[in-house]
């Protein structure tokens, strides 16, 4: 890639540009830009850096010049000059117009136009009479139609020249800086729309704003406040460029711009068609390429928050209510062909499992630091919608209300409100009702696309073999949450939770991911999606049954220790069978981690016929067993192991602990490390002479049993 990104920039001060930008940026939907096409670039404006950003970025993924065209207010002081340098174009230059047709009619290079004509740093977008304005301390302006103009009008040109219509070439060519009208491409105008997004969007100090005080005295305030913006969205915000499907101006324009016997009319009656034509379509134009701007924000975690507050309809809701909503939300809107952030993607389940969110504590905690909200000692929030609904000035909303601002930018898009509306209006027990079936659903789609997936393999189970399943008590007092060991199946636990249903005991046996089907399954999975699984399972249960017991074997009981961190006074105790805390298998501590990085290597030169991807097992129940452990399946043990070890010391709820003694699998020491390292007061721990590893079926399983029943008893 050569270094001479605009004409009129240097290659220092791109270096620079890239030195400060080397943050986390997201540029999605590259394959709508049109190659080789002129092209203007339009999208929303919230910050000067977006001027800088998206023509470097732009270049960097099509090695095409970006010029962009700018607000004087954008071009002033330290970051004006900068601008200037890299090929920035104040809308007021006296030749501007005639540089960017320019530029469109030979297309050699693209331009970046920001249609609202400022930064619109309250994101308060609104739509009259089906045209779309920007609000600004109470005025209303219209988005400007400038971009569609020169889209428009270089099209119509490119027409002209392509039929022969212009007449005066000399004057064409000096009026537009052409060096001969065969300059001219006959490729057509195309307009992209980009919608340009920040998550999250936080103010407060930071270091750039501290390093920019120390070096310059006297700063204005504006200035500053765009600073401190700014400067936390490079430090520590992921920016989102999501490039739209292209607009074709020649679909627009084709045959009607001119009339069938023009080789009639006169100059002055050619340009004046084309000025009616371009007064005619440009402000649909620009409301076409702007709605697809702003309903193809990217959805983030705060926008639903936020739309849940504002749209709840009473003054106090619980926390509990308030995750489920957030989360049913969030669901739907991945179900659906919408643009969102992964902070509703990934771990999103913790949410609803009684864990901590990292989304979700931060912005509470900005609401709670803007007097938005306020919890009390049983965590009911109250919903302060004045405070939320302050928008104070255009240039102090995002460091006093940045909530507002997110609140704004959503807004706008009708399908979502109407999505958060239609969740917000129901009850308790409706949403409740919506996320257990969501979640059961969501268990059995799963098994039945993995299942479909592996049904072929040779080694693949019967379909029964790996679903999930209820055994239904009398009462809903009570369940247990069976969860298997590696490479098994729920039916593992079958016989076990039989016997506690006979004393009215419920249980929810739930397939860990990339079991039950076939070896090959496990191969890619990881240890976070076994622990996903447990936590729907616990979701479901809880939605379900007043209390709640988590018993694992084997590997399900690391499960269990790892489970038992969650948040619910539902919990009432954990239950760990042969927990593999430590295994004897030395194929497993050793063999396995070498022969990974073994494959590793051969795999790098070539020679994939030299991997070895599987050991073989040889289990007590193979039946329900898989016949083979993958070496990366194996890799996912030694990590669950590790981090097992990592959080015994914050364990504090009742455990009972039943440990084989001469089990062959896990060294018996393994229940004595969790003994001796949990803080919980409330411990037991049953040592059972048996000489197998599956003792939750056979003739040890009355004995588990026994134990099992006096400890929820």
């Known amino acids: 890639m050569t270094n001479n990104l605009l004409l009129d920039s240097s290659g220092y001060a791109l270096k620079l540009i890239e030195k400060i930008l080397n943050t986390n940026i997201e540029i999605q939907g590259l394959e709508n830009i049109p190659q080789d096409y002129p092209k203007i670039f339009v999208a929303n404006h919230f910050t000067r850096i977006e001027a800088m950003i998206v023509p470097f970025w732009l270049y960097r993924k099509t090695n095409r010049k970006v010029g962009v065209i700018a607000d004087d207010s954008v071009l002033v002081e330290y970051f004006g000059a900068f601008l200037k340098n890299i090929g920035a174009l104040s809308k007021t230059h006296p030749q501007r117009d005639e540089i960017i047709v320019s530029d469109i009619l030979k297309g050699t290079k693209d331009w ?51 039929h022969g219509k212009i007449k005066n070439t000399d004057r064409f060519c000096k009026k537009f800086f052409l060096e001969s009208i065969d300059d001219i491409t006959t490729k057509e105008t195309m307009i992209v729309p980009i919608n340009i997004s920040y998550s999250p969007i936080r103010n407060g100090e930071n270091v750039l704003l501290d390093l920019t005080k120390k070096i310059f005295e006297n700063m204005d305030e504006k200035l500053l406040e765009e600073l401190e913006i700014e400067g936390n969205i490079i430090l520590h915000s992921k920016i989102i460029i999501q490039i739209l499907e292209p607009i074709s101006l020649k679909d627009i324009s084709k045959d009607i711009h001119i009339k069938e016997d023009c080789i009639q009319c006169d100059n002055k009656q050619i340009h004046h068609n084309h000025k009616d034509f371009i007064n005619k379509y440009r402000r649909d134009l620009t409301n076409e390429f702007m709605k697809k701007i702003y309903e193809n924000s990217t959805i983030r975690f ?156 040779v080694d693949a189970k019967e379909e029964e073999m790996g679903k999930s399943y209820f055994i239904k008590a009398k009462s809903d007092d009570t369940a247990v949450i069976a969860i298997h060991g590696f490479c098994a199946s729920p039916l593992e636990l079958n016989e076990l939770v039989r016997l506690l249903q006979q004393n009215n005991i419920n249980s929810f046996s739930p397939r860990l991911k990339g079991h039950g089907t076939s070896p090959e399954d496990l191969k890619d999975i990881t240890w976070q999606e076994w622990y996903y699984s447990v936590s729907r399972a616990i979701t479901i249960a809880s939605l379900k049954y007043k209390n709640i017991y988590i018993l694992g074997f084997s590997i399900g009981g690391l499960l269990a220790l790892l489970s038992s961190l969650k948040i619910n006074s539902q919990i009432k105790g954990v239950i ?62 030694n990590s669950i192991i590790q981090a097992t070890k990592k959080i015994l010391a914050d364990i504090d709820k009742p455990i009972l602990l039943i440990q084989g003694q001469n089990d062959p699998v896990v060294d018996s020491s393994a229940a004595n490390e969790i003994y001796n390292n949990i803080k919980s007061e409330d411990k037991k721990l049953f040592s059972i002479d048996a000489s197998n590893h599956i003792i939750v079926k056979g003739k040890h399983t009355k004995s588990v049993y026994n134990e099992i029943l006096d400890f929820i008893k």
């Not at 306020?374 to 109250?382: A, M, R, V």
């Not at 070498?594 to 070895?612: E, F, G, M, R, T």
Request: hydrophobic share 40%.
């Open 576 to 637: 760990c069978i042969n927990a593999a805390l430590v295994l004897k298998d030395a194929r497993i501590r050793t063999l396995a981690p070498a022969v990974n990085l073994w494959n590793d290597l051969v795999s790098s030169i070539n020679i994939d016929d030299l991997q070895k991807e599987y050991i073989h097992n040889n289990s007590e129940s193979p039946e329900i067993n898989y016949n083979k452990h993958y070496v990366k399946s194996i890799l996912q043990l």
């Open 112 to 162: 970046l136009i920001f249609p609202e004509g400022r930064m619109v740093k309250g994101k308060r977008i609104v739509k009259e009479d089906d045209h779309y304005s920007v609000k600004i301390d109470g005025i209303t302006k219209k988005v400007y139609t400038g971009s569609a103009y020169f889209g428009l009008n270089s099209q119509l040109l490119r027409e002209d020249y392509i």
């Open 302 to 457: 705060d926008h639903i928050f936020i739309l849940v507050l504002y749209f709840y309809c009473d003054r106090t809701i619980k926390m509990e209510h308030l995750k489920r909503i957030i989360y049913l939300i969030a669901n739907d809107i991945k179900r659906k062909d919408l643009f969102y952030d992964n902070d509703i993607k990934t771990d999103i389940i913790k949410l609803v499992s009684y864990e901590r969110f990292e989304p979700f504590e931060d912005v509470l905690q900005v609401a709670l630091k803007d007097d938005i909200v306020t919890i009390d000692e049983n965590n009911n929030i109250t919903i302060i919608k004045d405070n939320m609904l302050q928008g104070y000035t255009h240039h102090t909303v995002r460091l006093k209300n940045i909530l507002k601002v997110v609140l704004n930018e959503v807004l706008i898009i009708e399908h979502i409100v109407n999505l958060v509306q239609s969740y917000t209006s129901l009850s308790e027990r409706r949403v409740n009702d919506k996320l257990l079936k969501f979640l059961i659903s969501e268990d059995k789609k799963e098994y039945k696309k993995d299942y479909k997936k592996y049904r072929g393999s």
